[in-house]
Every structure is written in C-alpha cells, then in structure tokens.
C-alpha cells in the first residue's frame, strides 16, 4: 500500500491550497482516510475524516469552516481544500489511512494506529 501526498507549497496568509492523497495497491473504499498535520515541536494533529464508502466526513474544532475533505473514489484520491490559511496552518501534513472504522471512530483513534501513511508534504503560511 502506497499513499502520496501532494499540493503543498509557500503561500501567503488567507490564501487556499488543495492537497491530495493518492492511494495504490488497497481497497479503497475499505478504509476511512485522514489528515494530519505536524509543526515543529508540536503534536501531530488530527484535522479531517472521511468514510468513502459514503462520504461521510468529520472535522477538528481548528479547521472546521475552513478545511474541506472529499474524495475521487474512482481515482483513488482524498483531497483537503484548505482555505483562508494562517501562519499558524504551517506544518508537515500527511494523509493516513485505517480500515474498516467509519470517519466518527477514525477520529477518536489514536494516530499509531492508523494503518498506512503517506510521506507527507510541506505547508507553509506566510504573514
């Protein structure tokens, strides 16, 4: 199983990226997938849930109205729209995956027990 991440880069505050997370060699459809991102010196952090059997989605209190989490079932592809970014956005953020929990319980797991990560690709937010 292989998940790549990609879209980051250096942008300026209130500005948008749209990262994606394309997965290979998996069921896709079986697993909920996440986002996480992790700062210097902090916690990673969960961000976005989704179930892609049906869609169904859940957001952390920090990113919620702002971040965005869909997915390409057909092209085995999660995206998070990211919206109105702040410096306090900057971070590694990484796309993971756990099968078989719907995006409710992916969210109360602790991050080691995802099941797959991806590399993880940079963000940073410029003031």
């Known amino acids: 199983v292989q998940l790549v991440e990609s879209g980051g880069g250096s942008v300026q505050t209130g500005k948008s990226l749209r990262l994606s997370c394309v997965a290979s060699?998996?069921?896709?459809?079986?697993?909920?997938y996440a986002w996480f991102r992790q700062a210097p010196g902090k916690e990673r952090e969960g961000l976005a849930w989704?179930?892609?059997?049906?869609?169904?989605?859940r957001y952390a209190d920090s990113v919620k109205g702002r971040f965005s989490i869909s997915s390409d079932n057909a092209k085995n592809t999660v995206f998070l729209q990211m919206n109105n970014l702040k410096p306090e956005d900057t971070a590694v953020y990484y796309c993971?995956?756990?099968?078989?929990?719907?995006?409710?319980?992916?969210?109360?797991?602790?991050?080691?027990?995802?099941?797959?990560w991806g590399q993880g690709t940079q963000v940073t937010v410029i003031s």
């Open positions: 993971a995956t756990v099968w078989a929990l719907t995006a409710e319980q992916a969210m109360g797991i602790a991050y080691g027990k995802y099941d797959y």
């Open positions: 060699r998996i069921t896709f459809d079986d697993y909920t």
């Open positions: 989704i179930s892609t059997s049906n869609g169904r989605t």
